[in-house]
């Protein structure tokens, strides 16, 4: 199946996600109102429609049936008299709780750029929407206090607004969309401490037939790449409050480009399904691309797991992208030493690699990905023994110097399980992304390497390491 867009991009430039959602033409940050209705995922998205630089943002649109064939929509928010529309979230106003959706519509719920909280609402499944006449429905309460993030909860018979306020996040709720009533705050009294937050969200997830509430929030500090990334706690919320026994900082990714992220409301299944934006505010207005700049990361279904060290978010590429999957190439049980020749003769510029590697004697093992034929550029993933990490290196691999927090080796402490590493690796025109033991941990990684670097290798080095198995599969286009 594929959904042809109706912009003129014919989504084959340098760099261009082939696989990946990305914008028809201009600037795109942060995923926003992202909601399941009437068989439609949508996502919408921080935009310039004008420049492929941030400036005054408006809400873009796509729909999907399948989080990865997109369809692009006309811009849904355009900024209003009260300002430009920032982050946020939308329900399924089924009820009509709000009064604005007869018969039930969408309700967005949005920062405007001076802080204060709007909405607005469709009912014709997202096509026009017409901003709340009462707005704001919350109004500035800080310098940062931003990125609502609405969900119907259940219990309480109320809507719960989570939203980030300068070093933490707080809670409302409201009956009706329109009147918010404080609730609780969360973070520094917890000990989670960062100078910023951004677009939090906060949702329930089974573990052993018990439900645990996850907190996730895009913070700067916390000594990740470049000082931003996505924090998490696991704990208990009663509709009023988050408590945690979290004390330190999770990352729900390792890599510098996963920012902004949130999930979606009303999914059909009740999975909890994840995208974030692939980037980083350090180089955003600088990557190389022309015509559109920004991508999302691919969906991802967020998951919990016991480990020896406490319960841990686990997240593994939405099942869909495997219907991308084109040529395939298998092998089993191969013993590779350094210099191994294994997958020579190979390309892909778009790839889904599933690999499970027995440790021996290797002290460094993976692929190289997106490499030229001589060698010069390459994108190393794999496994350091000594260090105990997943690791992605992008020192060599291609387009760094637009900014020099760009080029670097980044790292996930990762044990093994059973003396085995697993490794699920996506691959697209500029971006990787790994998941090590089955989601466990994930880096996601920008990349910028030449149209001829299209080889691959798997490697070794100090010694042996035997591959269980390794699948590989070419990637067909969304765009095709
Ligand atoms: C996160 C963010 C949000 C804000 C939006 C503005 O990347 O800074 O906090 O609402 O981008 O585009």
Redo the contacts with the bound molecule.
């Keep these: 199946m594929s959904i042809r867009a109706t912009t003129p991009s014919r989504y084959n430039e340098l760099y261009r996600p082939q696989f990946h959602f990305s914008p028809a033409t201009n600037w795109i940050?942060?995923p926003n109102g992202l909601v399941y209705y009437k068989g439609e995922y949508h996502l919408f998205f921080?935009c310039h429609p004008h420049t492929t630089l941030?400036g005054p943002?408006h809400w873009g649109h796509a729909v999907s049936p399948d989080l990865i064939h997109w369809m692009p929509l006309p811009i849904a928010l355009h900024p209003d008299p009260i300002g430009e529309i920032?982050?946020g979230s939308a329900v399924v106003d089924a009820d009509n709780s709000s009064g604005l959706v007869p018969g039930g519509g969408l309700v967005a719920i949005f920062?405007y750029h001076d802080q204060s909280q709007g909405i607005a609402y469709s009912t014709d499944n997202g096509r026009h929407w017409a901003m709340f006449s009462g707005n704001p429905v919350l109004p500035a309460g800080g310098k940062h206090f931003?990125?609502p993030k609405v969900f119907w909860h259940p219990e309480t018979g109320r809507w719960i607004m989570i939203l980030?306020a300068e070093d933490r996040a707080k809670i409302y709720s409201s009956p009706n969309l329109t009147s918010w009533t404080f609730a609780s705050e969360f973070g520094v009294e917890e000990g989670v401490r960062n100078s910023l937050w951004?677009?939090p969200d906060l949702f329930p997830l089974e573990l052993d037939g018990e439900t645990q509430w996850v907190m996730i929030a895009?913070v700067m500090g916390g000594g990740l790449h470049g000082g931003r990334g996505i924090t998490y706690c696991v704990g208990h919320f009663d509709g009023q409050r988050f408590t945690t026994e979290t004390r330190q900082n999770l990352w729900l990714d390792y890599g510098p480009d996963n920012?902004?992220g949130v999930t979606w409301n009303e999914t059909p299944d009740h999975s909890r399904v994840y995208i974030g934006?692939m980037n980083n505010?350090n180089y955003a207005n600088l990557t190389p691309t022309t015509g559109w700049r920004g991508a999302m990361t691919i969906p991802r279904v967020l998951g919990l797991r016991r480990f020896a060290d406490g319960i841990r978010l686990i997240q593994t590429p939405v099942p869909q992208v495997e219907q991308l999957r084109d040529v395939h190439h298998s092998w089993r049980n191969q013993s590779i030493v350094p210099g191994s020749g294994l997958l020579a003769g190979l390309s892909g510029k778009t790839l889904d690699i599933v690999a499970e590697f027995q440790l021996s004697r290797a002290s460094v093992f993976g692929f190289k990905v997106r490499k030229r034929a001589d060698g010069s550029q390459f994108t190393a993933l794999g496994y350091d023994v000594k260090e105990g990490v997943l690791f992605v290196d992008r020192r060599r691999s291609g387009e760094a110097n637009f900014h020099p927090l760009f080029s670097g080796i980044h790292k996930a402490a990762l044990a093994p399980e059973n003396g085995r590493i697993t490794l699920r690796i996506l691959v697209d025109w500029s971006s990787v992304e790994v998941f090590g033991n089955h989601g466990a941990v994930a880096i996601t990684d920008l990349i910028f390497p030449d149209q001829a670097a299209n080889q691959l290798e798997v490697f070794s080095s100090g010694g042996d390491v035997k591959l269980l198995s390794l699948d590989i599969y070419s990637m067909k286009s969304t765009w095709a």
């Design positions: 940050n942060d921080q941030w943002m920032w982050s920062s931003r990125d980030a951004e677009c895009s920012y902004a934006w505010w």
